[in-house]
């Protein structure tokens, strides 16, 4: 069973996300084997607030590390993150289940 990992900024972390983009970019693409999706979470002004990462993995452990050693969290814009099991019932515009 994938695990969803959701993570919510801090407030007034808009800088700092800013200069730790390109190694979030870069730490997320070197994973991307093991990633179903992801992406910013937005607010109604379409600025970043948090994030979404799907990754398939069935061990909890890997989905932890994987969230634990994001540059994103390591470097503080994270104020907050839950890695949880996903069941895919909905995906790319199809039943799946």
Aim: with cysteine; hydrophobic share 45%; aromatic share 10%.
């Amino acid at each position: 069973m994938p695990f969803a990992i959701i993570a919510f900024d801090r407030p007034n972390s808009a800088e700092l996300r800013a200069r730790l983009r390109q190694e979030h970019v870069d730490y997320l693409c070197a994973r991307k084997d093991v990633m179903l999706a992801g992406g910013a979470m937005l607010d109604e002004a379409g600025l970043p607030v948090g994030g979404l990462i799907i990754i398939d993995t069935e061990d909890h452990r890997v989905a932890e590390t994987f969230a634990a050693a994001d540059p994103f969290r390591t470097g503080g814009v994270f104020a907050d993150v839950k890695v949880v099991p996903w069941r895919k019932s909905f995906f790319d515009f199809e039943r799946c289940v």
